[in-house]
């Protein structure tokens, strides 16, 4: 992601576990030795984007920022810190000047809802919506991606290949379970999902209630989404709305097929929307249907985006 | 389904199209010869499953009813016309006695999500719901099966097998198309779910939007609902009216990984009902996740158990 964006950097260090540290990765026509992500390490960075698990998140991002390195955080582990922006560029870059050295990405499927959302937030005003998602395999990181892939071989060869990853079998199947369970029922992927939409949107009354689900695609989340609006809603006003923000693409011709879907949108930086139509159910409502890479969108793309917004703030 | 439910026939005639005429077909020790299906193929019989397209059900529904023949149809061609009853028998069992000799059996997802909204409504009193289905490759028949299957094996082996059935391909993919496309941007599939909701559940003005999703499973439906009821929700009592309620099956205990999958409920004649928890949104609202075999209770099942009704009611 930094290659195709050309990121504007004199200097890169990877920084791994120790376990990592010594192995060798190209980038361009360089070859760089991964280093142990000591607090040490960042001492001379100037931006460092963080891509591990919350626990050792917790440790290492205020080492880095106690050293003049903001850090951009992929992780969940400060993405609700009243001290941390929560950042998706096209709908609050301004976030970022407020930084303490330390800037969250929010959750895949939360990033993408809001890429068909805000656009019709921005013409309509949204007051609550209902979400539920189609997520890929991906979302749990290469070893949901092999326990499908090993699954459905094992169909192809008339055996099974037990779950390992998940707690049910994922090939010609699909479970409301994405992240952990909380004691209200929902899972933290769905509490994401409203808490970091309202941090977002800096709307801490919003409403919504939404479903995670787990389905057997390789990559690229879909999310269903039935929003209500304080204003008046109207179909072609929402169409251009969605048409003329930078985060989506418009994919909206269903006489022909055209709505967008997975396959279509793994690899895209825009989160494809389309089905857009007067919501039967709820006043001023609009329903649509969002898809969106989440290895992009939802993870490196996002975080990238911020990092250009920090040089470009000068933040 | 005739013979798992033991139904009671002195004479069984097996009709189709002229094309199958002659076929034999076992049914428990005896072989029967297929018969072209005329008018006068109906004229000593009490009771016709048809299932057929909704054309030549238009043609041949009235010419059965006509010669006393009571007929439970499963296509989509009557269900809405007032002289014919919609029937889910754990519903709406006494529609049965009005019927004018038609009597239709509802779309699969619509059955389905009603399993699990019913004994909610019971308790609370339902007023809207959204609802958005993951819906199995073979409510489209044997065609959208062997699509998948296709596709897979040709992903096994390194090729690529273009869609035929669908629009797009379903392996690693979804798309938020089930059934033909209104003016209004629905599908007939989601009119389908909130017409014939409000049929069965004597409910005209009902409130309800739906975004029906192809996805690559075999079988079985899933669907979360998420509802606003008249009255206060409880999570305790709205379980306890799921787990006493014929059609459903108590699925509910996320924390040891307890939900309704599709590959659990394939098979099964119950819907599986799980999430249930408090929506985030909706006022009075309860969200809930069911999944049944839209080939049972979405089909067969649901026509037998009607066929059953008639013969208990004498109707």
Redesign the interface.
């Known amino acids: 992601m930094l290659h195709e964006r050309n990121f504007p950097f004199s200097s890169l260090k990877l920084l791994a576990s120790g376990r990592s540290a010594g192995k060798e990765i190209r980038y361009e026509d360089k070859t760089f030795t991964v280093e142990e992500a000591t607090p040490e390490a960042f001492d001379d960075l100037d931006i460092a984007l963080f891509s591990a698990g919350a626990t050792i998140t917790k440790t290492l991002a205020p080492e880095a920022a106690k050293r003049g390195c903001t850090v951009v955080d992929n992780s969940s582990a400060f993405r609700m810190d009243e001290d941390v922006p929560l950042v998706v560029p096209e709908i609050n870059a301004e976030a970022v000047k407020g930084h303490k050295g330390i800037i969250a990405n929010p959750n895949c499927s939360t990033a993408i809802t809001l890429m068909g959302l805000q656009p019709l937030h921005e013409a309509f005003g949204v007051k609550?919506?209902?979400a539920?998602t189609?997520q890929a395999v991906s979302g749990s990181g290469v070893a949901g991606m092999r326990e499908l892939e090993n699954q459905?071989?094992a169909?192809?060869e008339g055996t099974v290949s037990e779950p390992e990853n998940y707690?049910?079998?994922i090939a010609?199947?699909?479970?409301?379970?994405v992240d952990v369970?909380l004691d209200?029922?929902?899972?933290k992927e769905e509490h994401k999902m409203?808490n970091e939409s309202r941090k977002i949107m800096s709307m801490p009354t919003l409403?919504?209630?939404t479903?995670c689900?787990r389905?057997?695609?390789?990559r690229a989340h879909?999310i269903?989404v039935?929003a209500e609006f304080e204003r008046p809603v109207d179909?072609e006003i929402a169409r251009k709305a969605v048409e003329a923000f930078s985060g989506a693409e418009l994919c909206d011709d269903?006489?022909n097929?055209v709505?967008p879907?997975?396959?279509?949108f793994s690899g895209k930086d825009k989160c494809g929307v389309?089905?857009?139509?007067?919501?039967?159910?709820?006043d001023n409502?609009l329903?649509f249907?969002v898809v969106g890479d989440q290895l992009l969108k939802g993870a490196a793309l996002n975080a990238v985006q911020i990092a250009e917004e920090v040089v470009r703030q000068g933040a």
């Open positions: 609550r919506f209902v539920c189609y459905l071989k169909w192809n707690a049910h079998p010609f199947n699909l479970f409301p379970h369970f209200d029922g929902y899972t409203l409403a919504a209630s479903t689900v389905v057997p695609v390789m879909a269903a039935h179909v269903p006489a097929n709505y879907t997975p396959l279509q389309g089905r857009i139509r007067v919501d039967s159910a709820l409502g329903a249907f």
